[in-house]
């Protein structure tokens, strides 16, 4: 199953790219995460296609879509807003990976009529101010600097990276210059390191204690588990689990499955699975 690009002008002009996958059925809308693309939803989104009317978004800044230089949880619900009452999508399930996890959760709360579920894929749940100050999460979030690498160099040493070697293909490759724009030669980023940073502030700033209450729709969470050694990365991991014991304890309808030996980007490394968790999900919705 292939995907056909299209496009929507926003009424401010912002021009927003998304893969249109096809199917029938309920409406199913893919969100990306910070510095990535809807291209990373192409190992799962035709296993969707085959339940859901499944379109996969580039959010603003991201992919092919404009470069506005204001990233706002308003904005960008926004853009998702429009998106939906363009094409008519009733009753969507939003599935949101990592920043587009917190996307989907903002829209969730503040347009309570429009989304039927919302799926959190390694996102949206862990309250980051609460278990690190703005300085330590903008050392950790702030991307390195790559524009100007030589591809060859580029794909070198992503092909190489441990938990990704042992499933990269040509279509994986593919998939990651996506997030990139690559031009004699080499890459530079799509999302200049300003921008991605008034990002990563906005996930920051996100309490999402603050928004279960607001909800009345129900919630998948999928969270990628990944214990670890390493101090500073299984405190994430209890910091993700903390938030998901908040949430149940919040939100009127949650179920979690959990992704255990599982990195970050898991419609990439977990497709089926993640697949099969949103088809039984969605299944159960009214």
Request: charged residues 20%; negative net charge.
């Amino acid at each position: 199953m292939t995907a056909e690009d299209a496009y929507l002008t926003l009424p401010t002009s912002i021009r927003l790219h998304y893969l249109d996958w096809g199917g029938s059925g309920r409406p199913l809308i893919l969100l990306h995460g910070l510095a990535s693309s809807c291209r990373i939803w192409d190992f799962t989104a035709p296993l969707l296609a085959q339940h859901f009317r499944t379109l996969a978004l580039d959010q603003r800044g991201h992919g092919l879509s404009d470069t506005p230089g204001s990233y706002t949880f308003a904005e960008t619900t926004g853009d998702l807003a429009t998106l939906i009452e363009a094409l008519s999508l009733e009753r969507p399930v939003i599935a949101g990976h990592s920043w587009g996890a917190g996307v989907a959760l903002q829209f969730a709360a503040d347009y309570l009529d429009i989304p039927a579920g919302i799926a959190l894929i390694d996102g949206g749940f862990a309250q980051r101010s609460s278990s690190q100050t703005w300085e330590q999460a903008e050392t950790m979030m702030r991307p390195p600097e790559i524009d100007g690498t030589p591809v060859d160099r580029f794909v070198g040493f992503m092909k190489n990276w441990p938990d990704i070697a042992p499933i990269w293909s040509e279509q994986l490759e593919e998939m990651v210059l996506s997030n990139l724009e690559v031009r004699d030669g080499k890459v530079y980023r799509r999302l200049p390191i300003p921008d991605h940073m008034k990002i990563a502030r906005e996930i920051w700033d996100q309490k999402p204690s603050e928004l279960y209450p607001r909800m009345n729709c129900p919630v998948l969470m999928v969270p990628a588990m990944q214990h670890s050694n390493d101090p500073k990365r299984e405190s994430w991991t209890q910091a993700k689990l903390h938030g998901i014991e908040t949430a149940k304890k919040l939100l009127r309808d949650v179920r979690v499955v959990p992704m255990e030996d599982t990195i970050h980007d898991v419609p990439i490394q977990r497709p089926k699975e993640l697949a099969a968790a949103i088809i039984d999900f969605a299944a159960s919705i009214n």
